[in-house]
């Protein structure tokens, strides 16, 4: 079975502040991971993803996330927060074998406030 | 040009109704999902279809009928409404199966039923 756990229900960043919004994952096989971003009242939006390769992945907005195999994490993060940055954020897993089924499987979401 | 869409955007209904949401996607994509949304913002997927044949059905009840006239739609009906049904209903689309795809969402459709 895959899973994916956001610890933090909310994190809060000053303005102009790096921020970290953490995830980690269990997959059987190696993980096809995923970050969106959800504004109030709208639908999902697709930020980055790993799948193979770099480490270091670079995604929209100035995003970007680091895969961790050894931790089974894939954190995101952002130099520098911007107000427009607050929204609900998802991480996603799928396993690359397949394994069970098709779909992604999302964490319950991280709230990111970023103060004036 | 929007890419997914759904309509209604808000449905307010009573306890026992019938309803249904559609969904259509303009980008070619193969494969498409519902995904239901609970108050808690939690997101769940309910139903795949790839080129209009079902591929993923997670434990729904089975008043939640998906229906994919061809590969560009995929409407949901619901029968017998119940008030645990409330929820955001999210559509999306992907070009394939490959779990590599990045998934396209849907504006949402808010159900409340009374």
């Known amino acids: 079975a895959q899973s994916v756990a956001q610890p933090e229900d909310q994190v809060n960043v000053a303005e102009g502040n790096p921020l970290t919004v953490k995830c980690t994952y269990s997959?059987?096989?190696?993980?096809?991971l995923f970050w969106y971003v959800q504004y109030p009242n709208r639908g999902l939006q697709f930020l980055l993803k790993?799948?193979?390769?770099?480490?270091l992945v670079k995604g929209s907005y100035g995003f970007e996330a680091e895969f961790n195999k050894s931790q089974t994490s894939f954190h995101l993060k952002k130099p520098s927060a911007l107000v427009s940055d607050s929204a609900l954020y998802f991480c996603?897993?799928?396993?690359?074998?397949?394994?069970?089924?098709?779909?992604?499987?999302f964490g319950k979401g991280t709230k990111l406030s970023v103060i004036p | 040009d929007t890419a997914v869409s759904q309509t209604p955007k808000y449905l307010v209904t009573q306890m026992g109704n019938d309803k249904s949401i559609k969904c259509e996607q303009n980008?070619?994509?193969?494969?498409m999902y519902w995904y239901k949304q609970d108050s808690k913002k939690f997101l769940k997927i309910m139903f795949s279809?790839?080129?209009?044949?079902?591929?993923i059905n997670e434990t729904v009840p089975n008043r939640f009928s998906p229906k994919s006239p061809d590969k560009a739609h995929l409407n949901l009906h619901i029968n017998s409404l119940e008030l645990g049904d409330s929820a955001v209903y999210f559509c999306?689309?992907?070009?394939?199966?490959?779990?590599?795809?990045?998934?396209?969402f849907g504006p949402g459709t808010r159900l409340t039923v009374l």
């Open positions: 999306a689309s992907s070009p394939g199966t490959s779990g590599y795809n990045e998934q396209f």
């Open positions: 997959v059987s096989g190696n993980p096809y």
């Open positions: 790993y799948i193979t390769g770099d480490n």
């Open positions: 996603a897993v799928r396993d690359s074998s397949g394994a069970g089924s098709y779909q992604l499987t």
């Open positions: 980008l070619g994509h193969d494969t």
């Open positions: 279809y790839n080129n209009k044949e079902l591929i």
